[in-house]
């Protein structure tokens, strides 16, 4: 089994800092792109940004600029640094994960519990 834990959500002025982190553990054999989505109330989830296993990164363009995310493949974990939070960024924000795991030998996707970022004054 494979498991992901997120945690560095929580309460920010607008203009403020928060840190995401996501760890995945169990039984994991290689770990290809690693992402963050968010899902504001009586939103869509969206992607905000993906990071693959070379390195190279995406983002959704309303965080550009703002957001950087980068992993920590020793620990199998991916960062989401966010920056000049707004409240349009409030949401739940879950990360996921693709990973071929050692029991199924397959490539399949795993979301976190997700954690609640809320940007208010």
């Known amino acids: 089994q494979v498991q992901l834990v997120e945690s560095g959500g929580g309460l920010v002025q607008p203009g403020g800092s928060l840190r995401l982190s996501c760890a995945a553990s169990g039984s994991i054999f290689s770990i290809n792109a690693m992402g963050w989505y968010r899902q504001a109330p009586g939103k869509q989830r969206e992607l905000v940004a993906v990071i693959i296993s070379g390195g190279s990164t995406n983002y959704a363009d309303s965080v550009k600029g703002r957001f950087t995310i980068s992993r920590d493949n020793a620990k199998n974990t991916v960062y989401l640094q966010m920056n000049s939070l707004k409240p349009e960024d409030t949401a739940v924000y879950y990360c996921?994960?693709?990973?071929?795991?050692?029991?199924?030998?397959?490539?399949?996707?795993?979301w976190g519990q997700g954690t609640q970022v809320t940007i208010s004054s």
């Open positions: 996921n994960t693709d990973i071929i795991d050692t029991t199924t030998w397959a490539l399949r996707g795993y």
